[in-house]
């Protein structure tokens, strides 16, 4: 649901968004970044705590380097 949300606010404005809707501004990231934070910790300890490299959570951590790459454009 969170991705849904997060995927709906971030199609809608341009860059001119924080000036026209400063609130979903915030709603966007309220969702972002905790989902993101989530997410990392979550891969990071698959490996760590489980003892488990399976190729699906390497591609799961290998996508989610793509997409905070293109967040930090």
Do not use: K
């Amino acid at each position: 649901m969170v991705y849904l949300i997060e995927a709906l606010s971030g199609a809608m404005g341009d860059a001119r968004r924080w000036r026209t809707m400063p609130w979903m501004v915030a709603i966007f990231g309220f969702a972002v970044i905790p989902l993101g934070v989530v997410s990392i910790a979550l891969v990071i300890m698959q490996p760590l705590v489980i003892g488990q490299w399976c190729t699906l959570c390497l591609a799961a951590a290998g996508a989610m380097l793509v997409m905070i790459a293109l967040y930090a454009r």
